[in-house]
């Protein structure tokens, strides 16, 4: 897990590749943005938290993607889940 800010730092390094935007284990109707690393830095998925450790529960997938742009990601590397 790691926040905003962390996941924007990540991306502008290159460390991020995509993320995707995937239904809530926690929240029914709920959604969280999930962050994915190139392979070469393991590929690891990280899901997006608040400045207090929280996961961002977001109530819509257009509220989710609209995190994932504020991280930085462009539309082509936002990802719904199948």
Do not use: W
């Not at 995937?22 to 690393?37: F, H, L, M, R």
């Not at 400045?51 to 082509?76: H, L, M, N, P, W």
């Amino acid at each position: 897990m790691h926040t905003i800010e962390m996941a924007l730092n990540m991306l502008r390094i290159g460390h991020l590749i995509e993320c995707e935007i995937v239904p809530s284990d926690k929240e029914v109707g709920a959604y969280n943005v999930v962050t994915i690393a190139q392979q070469g830095q393991g590929g690891d998925r990280y899901l997006v938290t608040d400045d207090a450790g929280r996961v961002i529960e977001c109530r819509s997938t257009s509220y989710a993607k609209s995190v994932a742009a504020r991280i930085g990601f462009q539309d082509a590397q936002i990802k719904a889940a199948s």
